[in-house]
């Protein structure tokens, strides 16, 4: 008699030492080994799941525990933990569709919360035989593979003994059903190995990303450029801006200032020095995975080292606004948003070249504002040779460039802003987006889209 079990097949959570052993090779890992700060935060939460103790995992909780921030903190205003966790999900996407992808359990931090859980992953869905003998000796069950059991282990395919017979040969009448199910049950698992090869093999290619397949395209190269921190020094020193003339010739190394001969040395010899900043290595050590998982090539370059024919071949990468990357210069002309530091008087203002509806003409981001708005600019444009693309990632300050990236390194926010300006064929235009965000201790909070605009 052949009957399907009705029960359900539930699969019980690994035990705790073996999600451990999966964490430490997720954080051991190169997407994660020089990350720190999400480390962090993926080992504290799986730290309080794996004790028992995930009803304390909270936004509030996790911002002091992890990023040092006050108990009475307003996280309202302050997004890092979701902006953090947001980044935390890309990061496990990128390891178990990568290095972990035979992992066959996977850590997943729903949206919305930040409780992980530890999944099985199925590489193959299908049955398995299960024999049973009742009274007659005949066939009692076949029963489906509970989710998450890979038919390829061990313990899946089981073939019991044949009952003993006083005074009846091993090859009797009794022996035909079991050497009958023996020959299903390898026939079974040639397929699932077969089919496990096939899922394998789909999964090694990753889905194309709206923005990254193209910025990181097969056998087209892709230059990132770091921004030039000790050229924004010298500006601040010498109360002065650099274009993109002066920066290629270093002729404002040259310039006086009323400032006296010590403040001129010192930003002679600061403006000399090759700093860049800690978000924009943050954006290349992310970068350099989604490049790899998109089978692409990409290559650092510090902003000093460019040359203007490098962005006319490949894609480029520009981190940061004119102020540190004076190569935005060149695609300023055709851009509706646009950077200028007012020094006198303080303010690092944002033009807007044709506002629309009720769009001011800028956003000023003011030293002494007691809101510490920071504003952001992320525009994703043809590259100067129109052979390729060029994505400038661009901020008032540090946590304004953060916010750039932010935006779209988050699939969240960056997706449901492509489907709105998707073309009717389905593909999307360059594009520009003018963010808004707050300065919270030197990183960006939550951020606002302001504006925007498309290429025609």
């Not at 029960?7 to 959570?13: G, H, L, P, R, T």
């Not at 999966?22 to 799941?49: I, K, P, Y």
């Not at 200028?340 to 303010?347: L, M, T």
Request: charged share 25%; hydrophobic share 40%; proline share 6%.
């Amino acid at each position: 008699m052949l009957s399907r079990r009705t029960e359900s097949n539930s699969v019980a959570d690994p035990p705790p030492d073996a999600r451990r052993e999966l964490l430490e090779r997720v954080l051991s890992s190169a997407v994660f080994a020089r990350s720190e700060r999400l480390s962090s935060l993926l080992s504290f939460v799986c730290d309080l799941t794996l004790q028992g103790r995930e009803k304390e995992l909270n936004e509030q909780r996790i911002g002091e525990a992890v990023f040092g921030r006050s108990r009475d903190y307003d996280s309202s205003i302050d997004g890092i933990v979701r902006t953090q966790a947001s980044r935390l999900r890309n990061r496990l996407d990128l390891y178990f569709n990568g290095d972990g992808a035979d992992e066959p359990v996977r850590i997943v931090i729903p949206r919305g919360g930040y409780v992980p859980r530890f999944e099985p992953f199925a590489f193959v869905h299908a049955e398995r035989l299960a024999i049973s003998s009742d009274s007659s000796g005949g066939l009692a069950m076949v029963d489906a593979l509970p989710e998450g059991r890979s038919a390829l282990d061990p313990t899946t395919v089981q073939i019991p003994p044949a009952p003993a017979r006083k005074g009846s040969p091993w090859y009797g009448r009794a022996a035909v059903p079991w050497i009958l199910v023996a020959m299903m049950s390898i026939a079974g698992l040639a397929f699932a190995i077969q089919h496990r090869k096939a899922v394998l093999g789909m999964r090694s290619q990753p889905a194309p990303h709206p923005i990254w397949s193209r910025m990181f395209a097969e056998k087209q190269p892709t230059l990132i450029v770091c921004g030039d921190s000790g050229l924004v020094m010298w500006q601040g020193l010498m109360g002065r801006n650099v274009h993109l003339a002066e920066y290629l010739s270093r002729d404002f190394l040259m310039a006086q200032t009323s400032a006296g001969a010590f403040n001129q040395k010192i930003a002679s010899d600061v403006g000399l020095r090759r700093y860049t900043s800690i978000v924009d290595l943050d954006v290349v050590r992310a970068l350099l995975p989604i490049a790899q998982s998109q089978k692409g090539t990409a290559e650092v370059r510090y902003a000093r080292d460019v040359r203007p024919n490098d962005l006319k071949q490949g894609n480029v990468i520009l981190i940061g606004t004119a102020e540190a990357t004076p190569w935005v210069e060149l695609f300023e002309p055709s851009m509706n948003f646009y950077f200028f530091d007012d020094r006198d008087k303080r303010v690092f203002s944002v033009f807007n070249r044709a506002p629309q509806g009720a769009e001011p003409k800028q956003w000023d981001s003011a030293i002494e504002d007691a809101k510490h708005r920071v504003y952001a600019v992320v525009a994703y444009l043809p590259n100067l040779s129109g052979q390729g693309n060029a994505l400038i990632l661009e901020g008032t300050s540090m946590a304004g460039t953060e916010s750039a990236w932010d935006f779209v390194s988050d699939d969240s926010q960056l997706l449901p802003f492509l489907n709105r300006i998707r073309k009717p064929d389905g593909s999307f235009p360059h594009f520009e987006v003018m963010l808004g965000t707050n300065n919270v201790n030197g990183s960006a909070g939550k951020n606002v889209v302001l504006a925007w605009r498309t290429a025609r």
